[in-house]
């Protein structure tokens, strides 16, 4: 299993609403990623998680809450988001940065959920 | 991670070889070239990497210029699945990663029939 899967496909919630994005993988990967991409920029980092501990928050703001409960498993809890939160939330998952080269450090991306922050 | 350059958009004919240029003039010694791309309304897929070897796979090879200044990937015999934005982003691999991925503007590769 090489695939990288998040839920929703598609989010709509209001700016008083609570929702969770979940990411998943089975591959093995102790490295996890949440990225934000907005319309027709590139992907941008918010967080990366490595063996279930987070190590890097790129000063995200707190209405964005992430959260690893296994290897498994990535969670982004969203509560009182703006409308220019809107965008493709994408999920990624690595092997273990930090051993070697040569594809450890190869991202795997889930196809994303496009949120709509009304 | 060293910054780079990349065309805003290249078109290319199917069938044909599709070669897009990188220039990372401030590239140093530990960091790698690796690319990526996304095709519309999907999330990032990564094709190759490398150090300073050219290197191949089946998606495409990677020409890395002597220098290291600038490097070329190519898709040899381009279809219409191959039309995406192509990202080329240099960083350390490896020992010492900061597991960033930074991604620049890429070029949007338009393959057409």
């Known amino acids: 299993d090489t695939e990288v899967t998040q839920t929703p496909k598609h989010l709509v919630m209001g700016m008083t609403n609570k929702k969770s994005l979940k990411c998943e993988q089975h591959?093995?990967?102790?490295?996890m990623y949440w990225y934000k991409q907005k319309a027709k920029k590139p992907p941008e980092l918010m967080f990366v998680?490595?063996?279930?501990?987070?190590?890097i928050n790129e000063s995200v703001p707190s209405r964005f809450s992430p959260e690893c409960p296994n290897s498994s498993l990535l969670n982004l809890h969203l509560h009182a988001l703006q409308p220019e939160d809107s965008a493709l939330y994408l999920c990624?998952?690595?092997?273990?940065?930090?051993?070697?080269?040569?594809?450890?450090?190869?991202?795997?991306f889930g196809p994303g959920t496009r949120l709509t922050v009304l | 991670d060293a910054k780079t350059t990349q065309p805003t958009s290249m078109d290319c004919a199917e069938g044909r070889a599709a070669n897009l240029p990188c220039n990372h003039s401030?590239?140093?010694?530990?960091?790698?070239v690796y690319w990526y791309r996304q095709i519309h309304s999907q999330g990032p897929q990564y094709i190759i990497h490398?150090?300073?070897n050219n290197e191949t796979n089946e998606m495409a090879s990677l020409i890395i210029t002597e220098d290291r200044k600038s490097s070329t990937l190519i898709l040899p015999h381009a279809t219409l699945r191959d039309t995406a934005v192509y990202y080329c982003i240099v960083r350390v691999a490896g020992r010492g990663s900061n597991y960033k991925l930074t991604f620049g503007k890429g070029t949007l590769l338009t393959v057409n029939p």
């Open positions: 990624a998952s690595s092997q273990e940065p930090g051993r070697g080269t040569g594809g450890w450090d190869e991202q795997f």
């Open positions: 591959m093995g990967h102790r490295a």
């Open positions: 401030t590239i140093s010694g530990n960091e790698y």
């Open positions: 490398g150090l300073k």
């Open positions: 998680y490595s063996y279930e501990k987070l190590s």
